[in-house]
């Protein structure tokens, strides 16, 4: 596992914040809200890049684009394997801000991901979380879409990495049931209930609340 450089938070809030500048009432964004945002983001890319940049360039859509893609050069370069997924897995604004609610990032300490060679589209990480202890997480590409394997509220990383192994050799000996399951039952299995019960527990903004 290789712990993941604090700019992950600078990902983050860019989704965040690009988020507010295109959501608002009749497709107006808020102004309150946009101060709010320019200025944690602001703010957080002085503590880890050590730059200060203008607020109003944050308001410019193809600056935060070019600033995201700045980011996600340091967040890849310590790894091999270029082609990872997000490195909050599924907990970050990636997954989430389609309805409505930013992560609290306060709540998360560490973030890792593992350099190891997977299958195409496999990948896995571990999180540090305030609320929920240890948090481990594994990625599948299952018919274009991402299935995830949650592991949380360990004392110890080791010991989430641990069970969520054993629910991936879980995952995979139920290939024949999920098929059949599929054809004839509901498509919702035990690891979509376990990500529901890891996002109801972490600490989620609503978006009107923010």
């Keep these: 596992m290789i712990k993941v450089n ?3 938070r600078l990902a983050e809030l860019i989704g965040v914040h690009n988020y507010i500048l295109t959501h608002g009432y009749g497709g107006e964004p808020y102004p309150g809200k946009v101060k709010k945002s320019g200025e944690i983001l602001k703010s957080q890319i002085k503590k880890i890049l050590k730059k200060d940049i203008n607020i109003e360039y944050l308001n410019d859509q193809e600056y935060l684009k070019s600033l995201f893609q700045d980011i996600q050069k340091i ?3 310590p790894f091999s394997n270029q082609d990872q997924a997000p490195f909050l897995g599924p907990i970050g604004n990636l997954y989430n801000l389609h309805k409505n609610l930013f992560l609290d990032l306060e709540d998360i300490e560490e ?3 593992s350099d190891e060679k997977l299958k195409s589209g496999e990948s896995y990480g571990s999180i540090k979380s305030k609320t ?6 594994y990625m599948i590409n299952k018919d274009k879409k991402a299935v995830f394997i949650v592991a949380f509220n360990h004392h110890k990383q080791e010991t989430s990495i641990k ?3 054993e629910k991936i050799n879980k995952f995979n000996q139920e290939k024949v049931k999920r098929a059949i399951k599929s054809i004839f039952v509901s498509r919702r299995n035990w690891y979509d209930d376990d990500l529901e ?3 109801d527990q972490l600490p989620y903004i609503n978006f009107l609340k923010y």
């Design 6 to 8: 604090e700019a992950w």
């Design 75 to 77: 967040l890849k370069k």
């Design 111 to 113: 973030v890792y991901l």
């Design 132 to 137: 929920c202890g240890w948090i481990a997480w």
């Design 163 to 165: 069970e969520m192994l």
């Design 197 to 199: 019960k890891l996002n």
